[in-house]
């Protein structure tokens, strides 16, 4: 298995701009997780999905943000409009239904800047 | 609210000290206490803790979880260079498949 992909690498975008970022969990697993870290806030959970529906979106941090999982196999996390302080290291998790942090695997990260 | 503390934020040592990186919680049911290693990239997963007073081991790596004080500690024996990155403290609650994050303490090794 390839792991969890995420796309892309990297981001540069101006203030304003949308982006878009990608990831593909493993599969079989039913759950799937973004996160946003930064030097300040650290590792803070955006939302996660079981099996596509959104359970908690909870730490989106405002209505510029929004995620969706139209598939097991795919999901996208927008900004729209993007601001400097979205800046941050964007991390996509996925892991079996059940198994809570033991089953996580990260993907490499995407890192965002807005300038 | 749930929360999970680590201590120090960093921590600057010679190769061949020995560490220990302290992580306390409030978190009111758990299933686990989690360690992961983070580098340059992902989180990748060092320990799983469940039980109190039992030690895990790999390596000169060693973890134990006291449930009564609330907290968890990492000890890092005859430290090398290579053991330099942030070591985050993650708790997963009973209630949902979600796990809450320390910040995490950065450690760098001095050669």
């Known amino acids: 298995d390839a792991g969890v992909i995420q796309s892309p690498r990297h981001e540069v975008t101006e203030m304003g701009q949308e982006v878009t970022l990608r990831c593909k969990p493993i599969s079989g697993h039913n759950s799937l997780f973004w996160y946003r870290q930064t030097m300040m806030r650290g590792l803070e959970l955006l939302i996660y999905f079981n099996n596509n529906v959104p359970i908690d979106d909870s730490g989106m941090p405002e209505d510029r943000f929004s995620a969706k999982m139209p598939n097991a196999s795919f999901s996208t996390l927008k900004i729209q409009p993007s601001e400097p302080r979205d800046s941050a290291v964007y991390f996509c998790a996925s892991s079996p239904s059940g198994q809570g942090g033991y089953g996580y695997t990260f993907g490499s990260g995407t890192r965002l800047t807005v300038v | 609210e749930d929360k999970v503390v680590q201590s120090p934020l960093s921590l600057v040592v010679h190769e061949g000290d020995t560490v220990t990186l302290n992580c306390s919680y409030e978190?009111?049911?758990?299933?686990?206490l989690l360690w992961y290693k983070q580098e340059k990239k992902a989180p990748t997963f060092l320990f799983m803790l469940?039980?109190?007073?039992i030690e895990k081991k790999s390596g000169r790596l060693s973890s134990i979880l006291d449930k009564k004080e609330l907290f968890s500690i990492l000890n890092i024996t005859a430290t090398q260079t290579g053991d330099s990155a942030v070591y985050l403290c993650?708790?997963?609650?009973?209630?949902?498949?979600?796990?809450?994050f320390g910040k995490g303490t950065r450690l760098h090794i001095l050669p």
């Open positions: 993650a708790l997963d609650p009973i209630r949902d498949d979600k796990i809450i």
């Open positions: 978190v009111t049911n758990f299933r686990s």
């Open positions: 469940t039980s109190s007073g």
